[in-house]
């Protein structure tokens, strides 16, 4: 059972970046996807939410308007398209699926916004 990453890398501000989080060994249908991120030195924020049929989404409010959460369940796969982006939003990336019995994550992305 795992939780794959992928889409990291740097860019330069106002750039974009398409996160990738590859489930394996469970269907991710029955369960919530969330993206976070840690910047360094800080803590772990929730940027993202999307419910198991896609049809609910949250995010952070420094995210709205410039990133989406996504997913397609018939590929096990749930996604973080990120436009328009700051240095403020460098972190390391992890993708999280729960249900009311199990929570995974992934091992992270890193994303650096820099010149």
């Known amino acids: 059972v795992q939780l794959v990453e992928s889409g990291g890398g740097l860019v330069q501000p106002g750039g974009s970046l398409r996160l990738s989080c590859a489930a394996s060994?469970?269907?991710?249908?029955?369960?919530?996807m969330t993206w976070y991120r840690q910047a360094p030195g800080k803590g772990r924020d929730l940027v993202a939410t999307?419910?198991?049929?896609?049809?609910?989404?949250n995010y952070l409010d420094s995210a709205k308007g410039r990133f989406t959460i996504s997913r397609d369940n018939a590929k096990n796969t749930a996604y973080l398209q990120m436009n328009s982006l700051k240095p403020d939003d460098t972190a390391v990336y992890y993708c999280?699926?729960?249900?009311?019995?199990?929570?995974?994550w992934g091992q992270g992305t890193e994303v650096t916004v820099s010149s």
């Open positions: 060994g469970f269907t991710l249908s029955t369960y919530v």
């Open positions: 999280n699926a729960y249900n009311s019995l199990y929570t995974y």
């Open positions: 999307i419910t198991p049929a896609g049809r609910y989404t």
